[in-house]
């Protein structure tokens, strides 16, 4: 079973640009969240996605925008980049019953120059 | 709101020796717990988890119990080798009054090296 695809791997844009990055589920899960992992100050939630919706949202800047399309790959988009957005981005999908585990990606590296 | 405390690493350790991060928590309600491992270069492995007070999680050698009288969750291994250098990362996900939820609270994350 193939486990959590995110791409690209590694990324480089400029300040001000905007970045789309992409995750594909494990077959059959349905829900997906996007975390943000940085040196200063870890790993940080980004939202959570279930059945095209946005079902949580942690506290980042409206810049940080996400969606979820009918066959649960997800995407996110960071728009007008800044240094600081520099980090791993690293996706997570589940199959959104009782306790069921988060099974992550090996993550985007973007760099903001 | 909720949080998870890690003790400060790096740790470094001879192959063999005993393993223990210490992990305690703040969550009202009754959340979930769980240890992440991270190698380098790769995203996070789910190392092991318990959902309810008293249970014991283990994995490869790992254990941790949930202790809700301490809110704590620490993570051991008897004897660790080269291969479990590594960062580990004790996370809560708190369904108690959301429901399924994608979005878990980690720790800071503790360095792990261990020198054959």
């Known amino acids: 079973k193939a486990g959590v695809t995110q791409t690209p791997r590694y990324l480089i844009k400029t300040r001000g640009q905007q970045v789309t990055l992409s995750c594909s589920p494990i077959?059959?899960?349905?829900?997906v969240s996007w975390y943000q992992q940085t040196p200063g100050q870890g790993l940080q939630f980004l939202f959570e996605?279930?059945?095209?919706?946005?079902?949580n949202k942690g506290n980042f800047p409206g810049r940080f925008s996400g969606r979820q399309f009918s066959n649960s790959r997800s995407e996110m988009n960071v728009s007008t980049l800044e240094l600081g957005d520099s980090a791993l981005y690293l996706c997570?999908?589940?199959?959104?019953?009782?306790?069921?585990?988060?099974?992550f990606g090996n993550g985007t590296r973007l760099t903001v120059t | 709101g909720d949080s998870v405390t890690q003790m400060e690493g790096p740790v470094t350790l001879s192959e063999e020796a005993f393993l223990t991060i210490n992990c305690t928590y703040t969550a009202t309600g009754y959340p979930s717990l769980f240890w992440y491992v991270q190698y380098p270069g790769e995203g996070l492995q789910l190392l092991l988890k318990a959902t309810k007070a008293d249970d014991k999680g283990s994995n490869k050698g790992f254990e941790a119990t949930y202790r809700k009288e301490t809110t704590s969750f620490h993570l051991e291994k008897g004897s660790v080798q080269v291969s479990d250098s590594a960062v580990y990362f004790c996370?809560?996900?708190?369904?108690?009054?959301?429901?399924?939820?994608?979005?878990?609270?980690f720790g800071q994350g503790t360095t792990l090296q261990v020198k054959p």
């Open positions: 997570a999908s589940s199959l959104d019953t009782n306790n069921s585990p988060l099974h």
């Open positions: 996370a809560l996900t708190n369904p108690t009054y959301s429901g399924n939820t994608g979005k878990l609270i």
């Open positions: 996605y279930f059945s095209e919706t946005q079902r």
């Open positions: 077959s059959g899960h349905r829900s």
